[in-house]
């Protein structure tokens, strides 16, 4: 349990299976526990601490680089997993996360590697003799299908969050959204088409963030303008923030909007199939077919 629109729609997905659901989180922070305390589920929290050696080395100079949380988050679920009796730990990443952000000297660059199916594969392998199944639910869903189911659960909508800036190891700098980060821009982008002005803007405190321009190299950077490259960051395929702009175009609420007005904008806008496109079953995934069912009717 993140906290984030994903971990949600698997959360109210999976409950109706005829399964019993534990939720889990390394460290507890004011989103996880706020959704979890919607979800009325029992939370099962693994403490993780840093060696404060780190830190030390950080104010000497030397950068942290990108860590593969969610490398280390599915390795200490399995751990937990077993000690606790459960047979299978369930992810939320989506078919969007194993699509790199560019390829570097013939190498394939993805900032949310140990998200994609190739390192889904591996953990499986490695926990295949423990009587335990690791695999992702949302595996064959675009983060743009995601995002429309997430719309509906509004009584999630007043606590979740996909910004990091609300696990920020400062407490003091810990905030629900920023506004100003590629996730938040994804997410403002992508469930806009969903929900009504008025709503979207009561998640990010009144703000509307495709008015500032300060974002606005942000936003085409998100839709791949000019070549821009796909920010290092958990955020969704330039097709699918295209879909989006193409569906806010046609929103209602959000006619003659000057960042739909913006040529460079407008230019990205796609057609009726690239939209089916975005939001087709992908059948590359682990899901048992139960599992696979229930996702199959959030399309």
Known sequence: MGGGKDSIVTVETVRRLPVDVTLFSVNEYAPIRATADQAGLPLLVARRTLDPLLFELNAQGALNGHVPVTAVNSLIACLAAIRAG????????????????????????????????EFEALVRDLVAGQRLTYFSFLRPLSELAIMRAFARLTDYHPVFTSCNRAFHLDESRRRLWCGECPKCRFVFLCLAPFLTRDALLAVFAGRD????????EGFLALLNVGGRLK??????????????????????????????????????????????????????????PAYEKAVRELL
């Open 86 to 117: 459960h047979d299978a730990v369930v992810f939320s990443n989506e078919a969007s996360s194993s699509a790199g952000n560019l390829t570097w000297e013939g190498v394939d660059v993805n900032h949310q590697w140990s998200k994609g199916l």
């Open 209 to 216: 963030l495709l008015a500032d321009p300060a974002q606005r």
């Open 231 to 288: 920010p290092f960051e958990c955020v969704g395929e330039p097709a699918e923030c295209r879909v989006a702009a193409t569906l806010l175009s046609r929103h209602p609420d959000w006619q003659a909007h000057p960042f739909l007005d913006d040529p460079e904008v407008r230019a990205t806008l796609t057609d009726e199939s690239g939209i089916a496109s975005v939001f087709a079953f992908h059948d590359e995934h682990f899901l048992p």
